[in-house]
């Protein structure tokens, strides 16, 4: 493993790295950890067969629990001991095994000051501020640091820190407060607990306890308090964004407005839809909301309210009053957040509609006055050379498929304008085909062009159950550019109100859990994976206009048969190269959506190439339009024309027996078999129900009624039977 290659990918993580001597624990530079860095063009510049060494405590973020193996003593099974007593069976944090046996546990830093100790217990140490540890895969001459998982950083349970701050204050506890210096003791004890961060009311409680060791007896408990309340004027390790803090006056400030001046000073933030976000590297960044109450938790904790030293709002509804507080004041309304255009690593790229109807596409610097709550993980790179790109795309899509596909979804770059000029241009897709065709690379492209944020999978199962209930999965549509999904044929993919909204563009409401519901306007593209034909009870005109069936009919493979045409030769560097698809293809492919949307702002979609796959959807899913074609059946051009139902009825249950859908013509006795949809497709036991079917497929149909009578306008070729004659 390439020792230079492992450095960059911690330092792209904020790891802060440096070298080792080749086979050894000790730095290579005097400055060792001191001169620790990120800078990848610097790690470059390293001897290859160095070992690696980084940093630990506030400059890499994460301290270490490093567990030897080693001079009789067993770092392992006192961790062990320690995580039984606690009911503990696992930290899942990430872990490193040492060549001695040990192990290096690593977790998130915390908001004090956290230090290196040796041996605070039995094969136990501490690397943290002021510290470093060998990382993997460095080799020594008894073996290699290995990773032994790949989990992210987690923080230490509370119990970790309290278990390892015992030993020194059982060493403490072996001390007798003597008589002249018990003052001077007991105020030392107080300034170390101030320096870890507590607040006077905690002090003062533990040094209650300190002061029954005084001899020849304690002092008196107001003393003890006034020790105690004496060191809040120190400051304490407790770090809020770079702040060091020290207890504070609230000064008649409400928590919210003290919330907004400490937290919240330094940066740029919104809230949309009672989420927080951070302006960070480009584009606005959710907010973990539970680590964001833990800080207002841990400020309050040093807001002195009153004259008497009160901490008043170290309370739950205060801390909730200072969450409001914040999310009012940063509030941005939910259509700002989608603004034109598309987050890339270096820039914002935006559509620039010129008088002759084309489409200019201009990069713009980063900028908090654009919302953006994305970022594609790769730069446009306008001058790159597209053959590629066209050729991967061709081996997977017939021409029209492929321009329908690519269209719709180049819709996300300003899909408000889309819909202003081509009304009905944009539709949910179903992407048909079976096997590794393409689907899911397409997919892969689509996530990492939206990033998480922007591109949500919420199957039609949901979409479908939202018509009739509350479901919280729907929310992340709120953000959501694109929703793509894998999907069974066995859902019915008609009569969904939501879908069509979105299509639409209606407004929808979302909820999500233990939240106010809210309403959007959707801009979001429909796309669903399906590997046979989907499902439609009808397939209207209006359906129709709502959904495309875009067919995938190869299939790549690592070694394709010559004498299958429509198998194709697999592209391994999709797959094994992912610098070829960051620096390649998600630009070209950025490239080709680029010109596609000038196209479809211009021109629209020609849906046209699909009528044959809606006439086998229809074939396929509804046997009405058999019926009708077998017996030449159409509608009549006036009103007051056709068949009587009866009649009507008479001839389709000949035309079931005809095609063995029917084993009888006694309707309590009817079989249907040998019918490839039957859940959406089932034999229709009555006139009624025959009436209600052609309704839904044939909307404009017309049905007249007599006294003696119904009748459907519907006739057999040119032969016209009139009622009303």
């Known amino acids: 493993m390439n020792l230079i290659q492992e450095a960059c990918k911690y330092a792209q993580k904020g790891w802060k790295v440096f070298p080792l001597i080749s086979g050894q624990k000790r730095p290579i530079d005097k400055g060792g950890f001191h001169n620790a860095t990120d800078d990848i063009e610097a790690i470059c510049t390293w001897d290859i067969n160095s070992n690696l060494g980084v940093a630990t405590g506030s400059v890499s973020g994460f301290w270490v629990l490093d567990l030897d193996n080693k001079n009789d003593k067993n770092g392992v099974d006192s961790l062990q001991k320690l995580m039984d007593k606690h009911q503990c069976t696992s930290f899942n944090t990430l872990v490193s095994q040492t060549p001695s046996g040990g192990y290096h546990y690593f977790f998130k830093m915390p908001d004090f000051d956290l230090r290196n100790g040796v041996d605070i217990l039995s094969g136990i140490d501490i690397r943290a501020n002021g510290g470093y540890i060998v990382a993997p895969p460095s080799v ?68 209650l306890e300190e002061n029954q060791k005084c001899k020849p007896e304690p002092l008196d408990m107001q003393e003890v308090k006034s020790i105690a309340y004496s060191v809040a004027r120190y400051t304490t390790n407790i770090n809020y964004e770079n702040k060091n803090l020290e207890p504070f006056q ?26 927080l976000f951070e302006y960070k590297d480009g584009y606005y960044q959710k907010i973990d909301e539970g680590n964001f109450l833990k800080k207002i938790s841990d400020l309050f904790d040093l807001c002195i309210t009153s004259k008497s030293g009160q901490y008043g709002y170290a309370r739950t509804q205060h801390i909730k009053e200072a969450l409001n507080h914040v999310k009012a004041k940063f509030y941005v309304p939910y259509n700002k957040t989608k603004p ?18 084309q489409v200019k596409f201009d990069l713009h610097a980063h900028s908090p006055d654009e919302y953006f709550l994305f970022q594609a993980d790769f730069e446009y ?51 048909e085909g079976e096997g590794s065709n393409g689907k899911d690379s397409l997919r892969t492209w689509c996530q990492m062009l939206l990033g998480q944020a922007a591109f949500s999978n919420i199957p039609i199962g949901v979409f479908k159950r939202a018509d009739s209930q509350r479901e919280f999965q729907l929310s992340s549509l709120a953000y959501s550019r694109i929703n793509w999904c894998s999907e069974s044929q066995k859902v019915q993919m008609d009569n969904c109100q939501i879908i069509k909204q979105i299509i639409t563009g209606d407004p929808v409401i979302l909820e999500q859990k233990h939240k106010e519901p809210f309403t959007i306007e959707p801009e979001t593209v429909m796309i669903f994976n399906a590997n046979a034909a ?21 299939v790549f493979k690592d070694n394709p048969n010559p004498n299958k045409s429509h198998e194709r030769k697999a592209d391994s560097r999709l797959k094994y190269e992912p610098e070829f698809l960051k620096d390649y293809v998600l ?87 040998n019918n490839p949809n039957e859940q959406y497709d089932k034999v229709l036991t009555n006139p009624m129900q025959l009436s209600k079917k052609l309704r839904k497929i044939k909307p404009r149909l017309d049905f007249a009624r007599t006294a003696d009578s119904r009748y459907i306008g519907l006739q057999v070729k040119e032969i016209v039977y009139d009622p009303f004659a």
């Not at 230490?156 to 008589?179: D, G, I, R």
């Not at 409400?254 to 009672?274: H, K, M």
């Open 340 to 357: 034109r255009g598309l987050c890339l690593k270096n820039g914002i790229l935006k559509p620039r509609y010129t008088n002759d109807g």
């Open 587 to 673: 630009p070209a492919f950025l490239n080709r959506l680029l010109q596609e949307f000038n196209l479809l702002y211009s021109e629209g979609i020609d849906y046209s190439f699909q009528e044959s796959t809606i006439q086998e959807i229809r074939r396929s899913h509804n046997h009405i339009f058999d019926f009708l074609e077998d017996m030449n059946l159409v509608e009549c051009e006036a009103k007051n024309q056709g068949l009587a139902v009866k009649e009507f009825y008479k001839m389709y249950v000949t035309w079931c027996e005809k095609e063995g859908y029917i084993t009888t013509s006694h309707f309590s006795d009817l079989v249907k078999y």
């Open 534 to 554: 989907p499902a439609f009870e009808e397939l209207s005109e209006a359906m129709q206009s709502r959904y495309a069936i875009i067919k995938f009919p190869y």
């Open 140 to 207: 020594l001459n008894n073996g290699v640091y290995l990773w032994q998982n790949n989990f992210e950083i987690n923080y230490a349970p509370n119990w970790l820190y309290e278990e390892l701050t015992k030993k020194k204050n059982s060493e403490s506890s072996k001390v007798t407060l003597q008589e002249g210096s018990r003052n001077n003791d007991l105020f030392k004890i107080a300034s170390s607990l101030r320096g870890r961060g507590l607040n006077p009311d905690q002090i003062y409680i533990l040094l």
């Open 381 to 431: 790179k306008p001058d790159l050379d597209s053959a590629e790109i066209d050729r991967l795309l061709s081996a997977m899509l017939d021409p029209e498929a492929q321009t329908a596909l690519l269209r719709n979804i180049s819709s996300v770059i300003d899909m408000n304008v889309i819909r202003a000029k081509h009304t009905r241009a944009l539709r949910a897709l179903i992407l």
């Open 250 to 275: 609230a000064n008649g400030r409400t928590p919210g407005q003290i919330a907004l001046e400490i937290l919240f000073s330094d940066g740029i933030y919104i809230c949309v839809n009672d989420e």
